[in-house]
Every structure is written in C-alpha cells, then in structure tokens.
C-alpha cells in the first residue's frame, strides 16, 4: 500500500505540473504514435539517399531497420484508429482501461518508451472517467487491437531473436 500511495502521489506530482488531463494525453499518445513514424521513415529515406541504395537492399543489410518498419507502420494504424475511436475512449471506462493496459504492454515489448510511460498517464488519468456498473467493453475500439497485436508480437519475437544473434 505504502508504494501505492507513493506511485500515486508521484503521478499527481507530475501531471499536476504539467497540467494534464485524460484528453490531452490520449492527444499526445496519438500524436507521438504520428509523428515518431514519420520521422523514421525520413531517416530511412535519408540514409537510402546517403548509400545511394534501394530500399530492398538496405532492408537486407539492417533487418532490424525492416521490423521497427513494420512496426512503425502499425503504430501508424493505431493512432488512425485512436484519433477516430477517441470520444468512444474518452466517455467509456472499461474500455479504455483494456485497450491502453494492451496497448501499453505491446509498446513496451517493441521499444516505445515515450508509448509506455504516455500510456501508464493515460491509464493513471482514466479513473476521471465515471465508472457505469452495466458499461461494456465497445468491440470497434477493440478490434485494432486484435489486428495488431499479432503483428507486434511477431515483431517482437523478431528483434529478440535477431538480438540474440
């Protein structure tokens, strides 16, 4: 309970300063699952450019660069899904809890460490949705998670046994 508490008051500590609420940060969450994508495809296209080489022949040098492709990719998705899901997500408790609780631990099995700790806030921020006892998990919402999530854990049993080379 003593860590708990202590979790907890660190957390009020942090988004009280910075002055956040649940529809900020579910903002944010889509927003970085845009952008960082974005920027990594212009990266590759850089380094593409820099090599002078195909796209085909730099993903047979770097296959990790090809797997945090495909993942870049359906963090992409995801935040398509979330940013038109988002007023389902913001006035429904239980299914925010489940699609972020996933949504967090995926991220972290890939490497996306501004994903985790903007979906542990998420999560932490989620208690300010009024909790109905007959609300029921929305099935749409759910739906990207049950296409992704098998992606992502191929990608993650990828980089790990790519890693372990």
Known sequence: MVAKNGI???????????????KKVLN???????????AYFAYITLALTMNSTGLEAYFEQSPITTVMFIVS???????YVLAFRKKVLLSNRVTLVVVFGVL???QLLVGN???VVLGLIVLY???????????????QSLAVLVGS?????????????????
């Open 73 to 79: 990719l359906m963090d992409l998705i995801v935040a």
């Open 149 to 165: 999530a098998p992606i992502y854990l191929i990608c993650t049993w990828l980089l790990l046994t790519i890693g372990l080379k």
């Open 113 to 115: 460490l501004i994903s």
């Open 28 to 38: 944010l969450y889509i927003a970085v699952l845009m952008i960082v994508p974005i």
């Open 8 to 22: 907890s008051r660190f957390l009020n500590k942090v988004i009280t300063g910075l002055h956040y609420d649940l």
């Open 104 to 106: 967090t631990i995926i």
């Open 125 to 139: 921020l989620s208690k300010s949705i009024e909790s109905i006892p007959e609300q029921r998990i929305d099935w």
